[in-house]
């Protein structure tokens, strides 16, 4: 452990984790800006509300499909440059779309950095990280996706609250909030793009990437960097075993159906469905319906909201504390556990017409065992479990099931709650998160410690 570069490998994974810190604000802005760009552009159908807001989601799934083939072809650092740049544009022209139809086009390319950005960052992170240290490394994605979302909801709440209660949607639309305000809040994300763009090009290649692409010098010198001359011809030995001759072919589809790439590629796709199904989304998407439901007024509305999201990072910090010291299997079942206990007991609180506190307790509860196993584990489990040669394309395949996942939750939950009430809602997702523990139990190996090279040849 001694031996090992911590400040260089520290830095190189933070900055591939600015990924997830865009990718948290920019898709969590959106629910502060809503109530004024809808007066601005004057929105009047629930078909175009709804187009608006969810538009972003055909951009994440276009842009988690086309990561696998470009950051195969062309490299993970090219990628992190690429979402870093595409960040900074459609922030600003986002922004200042001068009519609706440039809003959601722009938002669309929004989306496509964040599907470019929740493949490629914690990939780069796994592959440049030493063993002992990987959960916690690509866990640090995922607390900067938690503080984007957090910065979101702070300027949402300080923006939002400056609107006079009883304010009607002429008065809203008219106000600095609804000509400008809404505006800078996606063009606020400009500056930390810039600093990632700028980053991205200071860090190396994946070592990794850079074997499968016959680099092995380069890949050599990027390895003793982190860990040592010993340590680099080590790695770069075994990591030539795994990849084999065919350093330069192209990777195709059909070998996601071997037999051990096969396995790994169910325990990701379903792992990826199971974040987004136990229902935490709907939790951060639909805060402000679940807690006027729950009898709260608007400011008290905004503040859960922002509470919400420091409970959030609060317990992502738990995480990466115990990634590794009790391994993904053990927070993987207690967050799906924990996640289904809440969710049933919210339920029982919206069956027995509870309000207030209690419901607000339990929703916390929720948020903080997703946020110490189902949130960071997931993006863990699937940055490793994958073969060296086939990780690209089969990331790119987990997390566009991660992103259809988030599509149907969002989509259904207005359906569901409608037909079979609130309790019942939040019982369908607790039924949801049981099933999940049982996988978990069953089919999902432990790869705590382990080199990514030990990890495919566990898995055959």
């Not at 994440?60 to 993970?76: P, Y």
């Not at 780069?124 to 030493?130: H, Q």
């Not at 984007?148 to 949402?156: H, K, R, S, T």
Request: charged letters at 10%; aromatic letters at 12%.
């Amino acid at each position: 452990m001694e031996h090992y570069n911590v400040r260089y490998v520290w830095l190189i994974s933070l900055v591939a984790a600015l990924g997830g810190l865009l990718f948290g604000y920019d898709f969590v802005v959106i629910g502060g800006a809503k109530p004024f760009y809808e007066k601005y552009f004057q929105l009047n159908t629930g078909q175009m509300v709804g187009w608006a807001n969810s538009c972003a989601l055909l951009g994440c799934l276009l842009g988690s499909l086309l990561a696998g083939g470009l950051s195969d072809q062309f490299g993970r650092k090219m990628l992190l440059i690429l979402s870093a740049f595409l960040f900074a544009v459609t922030s600003v022209l986002t922004g200042w779309a001068p009519a609706f139809l440039w809003f959601v086009v722009w938002r669309m390319m929004g989306g496509v950095a964040i599907g470019l950005a929740s493949n490629v960052s914690p990939t780069y992170i796994a592959e440049v990280s030493p063993a002992p240290w990987r959960g916690r490394l690509v866990s640090l994605n995922q607390l900067t996706i938690v503080v984007g979302i957090l910065a979101a909801q702070v300027v949402n709440w300080l923006i939002a609250r400056k609107v006079p209660e009883g304010a009607t949607a002429e008065m809203i639309r008219l106000s600095w909030n609804g000509q400008y305000g809404w505006r800078w809040m996606f063009t606020a994300v400009a500056v930390p793009s810039v600093v990632f763009f700028v980053s991205a090009w200071l860090v190396p290649e994946s070592p990794r990437w850079l074997v499968k692409n016959g680099k092995h010098d380069l890949a050599r010198r990027v390895l003793a960097r982190i860990g040592g001359e010993p340590y680099g011809s080590q790695a770069l030995a075994e990591i030539q075993t795994t990849i084999g001759a065919e350093t330069h072919a192209r990777v195709r589809w059909s070998e996601l159906l071997a037999p051990g790439v096969k396995r790994a590629l169910t325990v990701g796709v379903v792992m990826a469905v199971l974040q987004q199904w136990s229902g935490i989304n709907v939790i951060l998407n639909y805060a402000e319906e679940i807690y006027r439901g729950a009898g709260y007024g608007v400011s008290d509305i905004l503040f859960n909201i922002v509470l919400t999201g420091a409970i959030n990072l609060a317990f992502t910090f738990v995480a990466l504390g115990l990634v590794d010291r009790f391994g993904r299997r053990v927070l993987m079942l207690i967050g799906c556990a924990g996640v289904g206990v809440s969710h049933g007991l919210v339920g029982l609180a919206y069956h027995f017409s509870l309000k207030g506190l209690p419901v607000l307790i339990l929703t916390l509860c929720t948020l903080g065992c997703f946020a110490m196993s189902l949130g960071p584990v997931t993006w863990v489990l699937i940055s490793e479990i994958f073969p060296n040669r086939v990780r690209g394309l089969a990331v790119s395949v987990s997390v566009s099931a991660l992103w259809i996942a988030c599509f149907v939750l969002t989509f259904t939950f207005p359906l569901l709650n409608s037909a079979l009430g609130s309790a019942g809602t939040f019982w369908v997702y607790a039924g949801i998160c049981f099933g999940g523990f049982l996988f978990v139990l069953f089919r999902v190996p432990e790869t705590k410690g382990k080199t990514l090279e030990q990890i495919e040849r566990d898995l055959g």
